[in-house]
């Protein structure tokens, strides 16, 4: 019998089993229908469940988190409208497929990229500390001028050739243990994917040529064209993080590659 479009994918399994944090642990600061968006978003976000899985039924979420039917039914309809998942009348909701875009649109880990290649990575961590936030900074992190920011500055390394700079500052609000960790055993950007769940991103790629410092670190001369890829994060409309990536234009390229129907083919 052909499988008609109002049926889940024959692919399409059952979610693992993750449990939530028991209502009285989650933030008394948080709508109930927020927490429940929230719990799905992370659990698609971090791998867990994946596209086409099946969700809990909402039964499960009502004895799960202690709430009404209609609280998690909002939760539902609201990641439904935001692409999340998708629902089959009847049947549940399930993880929605990724929509195509670019890696340019993605936070892709350069750690993992190079290896995957069998090439050797390494960053070489020249900064991390608190400062107070310049006008520039305070601004694309929605704080004060003169704001205590994180600040880190990393150089990656592929074969001991330098591919980027890493020039990140992040609000300590959002990220309070950032300064602690050891960045050599792994960068920034995968530490940010791994423990903060972040709902918008923007990148811009700008044409620049680099300071005599910022060459020096590169190992390239001055007059040579670099790509800048400048990232945010926000999280609930609060900026995590802004982050400026500086490539040596004759050694990297950004971009990525798409079947017409849409599906990502492997990198």
């Known amino acids: 019998m052909a499988t008609t479009?109002?049926?889940?994918?024959?692919?399409a399994r059952a979610a693992p089993v993750v449990r939530a944090k028991p209502k009285a642990e989650?933030?008394?600061g948080t709508a109930l229908y927020q927490q429940i968006k929230d719990f799905v978003a992370g659990n698609i976000q971090h791998g867990s469940w994946k596209a086409g899985d099946r969700l809990p039924s909402e039964n499960d979420f009502v004895q799960q988190f202690g709430v009404s039917r209609m609280t998690?039914?909002?939760?539902?309809?609201e990641?439904?409208?935001?692409?999340?998942?998708?629902?089959?009348a009847g049947v549940g909701s399930f993880v929605a497929e990724d929509k195509p875009r670019s890696h340019l649109l993605r936070i892709a880990s350069l750690a993992q990229d190079i290896r995957s290649r069998g090439h050797d990575y390494r960053c070489e961590v020249i900064v991390v500390e608190r400062i107070s936030a310049t006008l520039e900074t305070a601004a694309a992190l929605g704080l004060h001028t003169g704001a205590s920011v994180f600040h880190c500055v990393c150089?990656?390394?592929e074969d001991g050739v330098p591919v980027q700079l890493e020039d990140r500052f992040v609000n300590p609000a959002m990220v309070p243990g950032f300064a602690q960790q050891d960045f050599s055993q792994e960068q920034p950007s995968d530490f940010l994917v791994r423990t903060v769940l972040f709902d918008q991103m923007e990148h811009v790629v700008d044409a620049v040529l680099p300071t005599p410092e910022q060459a020096s670190l590169l190992q390239m001369e001055p007059g040579q064209p670099c790509?800048?890829?400048?990232?945010r994060t926000w999280q609930r409309e609060v900026p995590i993080t802004i982050v400026r990536c500086l490539h040596p234009?004759?050694?990297?390229?950004l971009g990525s590659r798409f079947r017409t129907d849409g599906n990502a083919l492997a990198s």
């Open 227 to 231: 790509l800048l890829l400048t990232r």
């Open 249 to 253: 234009g004759a050694r990297y390229r």
């Open 72 to 77: 998690v039914n909002r939760a539902l309809r």
């Open 5 to 11: 479009a109002s049926e889940p994918s024959p692919r």
């Open 79 to 88: 990641l439904l409208e935001q692409g999340r998942i998708r629902r089959v």
């Open 26 to 28: 989650a933030s008394s």
């Open 155 to 157: 150089l990656h390394k």
